[in-house]
């Protein structure tokens, strides 16, 4: 499986940037898709998921800023963050789980400052 990070950027403070995430192949086939982000000298951090189940979950921080969704003709995952802080900056990560294997997309920018 690979996967296709775009939309990354340079953004001021309080503005939008969208996320896409393009799989080779159909996300129905993942048992789980998320949004994960790492920022300079910190750990890897979950953003928002699409577990199983379908219920979607958003890491404290992001809750009500922040939005994940699909595509399902275009085998894309989608990261909607609006009003976006400075402490939102780091690299975000796409990640999907099949069966279990797990695979990350390459990673996309995103800097927040003014």
């Known amino acids: 499986v690979q996967l296709v990070e775009s939309g990354g950027g340079l953004v001021q403070p309080g503005g939008s940037l969208r996320l896409s995430c393009a799989a080779s192949k159909s996300i129905f086939s993942f048992h789980s898709m998320g949004w994960y982000r790492q920022a300079p000298g910190k750990q890897r951090e979950l953003v928002a998921s699409?577990?199983?189940?379908?219920?979607?979950k958003y890491a404290d921080s992001v809750k009500g800023r922040f939005t994940i969704s699909t595509d399902n003709a275009k085998n894309t995952v989608y990261l909607q963050m609006n009003s976006l802080k400075p402490d939102d900056t780091a690299v975000y990560y796409c990640r999907v789980r099949e069966g279990p294997k797990v695979y990350w997309g390459q990673g996309t920018q995103v800097t927040v400052s003014s």
């Open positions: 699409i577990p199983g189940d379908g219920t979607i």
